[in-house]
């Protein structure tokens, strides 16, 4: 089953945007703040959302909610756009299961070149002292 955000899990407003813009800067409000209460999404069975709910940990706002932010453009509709693709990428990087990582040994060959790359290192080490002149 596919992931949907309910328009009553979103929520949005436009401020103003920070850096240099103009005559416009202090009138217009092309930024977009967007709150997402991920606890509405649904098509998320858990691991998907324990996952979500690492991924954005630190983009969380006091109530629980996830804050995106997008002021790429200085339309706020595209930035609007843009920041519900954030969001819909963040959901669909946590519905990818992450592949368990299994043990392993190095090989008896991968050893011996390791120890042979060591040898090689100290011999070239060995020449890096002073010269000596007394011979």
């Given at each position: ?96 299961v ?25 011999r ?12």
């Amino acid at each position: 089953m596919k992931p949907v955000i309910p328009d009553s899990a979103v929520e949005w407003k436009g401020v103003r945007a920070s850096g240099p813009g103009g005559q416009n800067v202090n009138k217009v409000a092309s930024k977009v703040e967007l709150r997402v209460d991920l606890s509405q999404i649904t098509g998320l069975d858990e691991g998907a959302r324990a996952r979500l709910r690492s991924l954005t940990a630190s983009r969380l706002d006091a109530s629980g909610r996830l804050l995106v932010t997008s002021q790429i453009t200085r339309d706020q509709g595209r930035n609007l756009e843009d920041a519900l693709a954030k969001v819909r990428a963040l959901v669909g990087q946590a519905l990818v299961v992450p592949k368990a990582r299994r043990a392993t040994r190095p090989s008896r060959a991968a050893k011996a070149r390791r120890v042979d790359e060591k040898k090689l290192d100290a011999r070239r080490k060995v020449n890096r002292g002073r010269a000596s002149f007394d011979e």
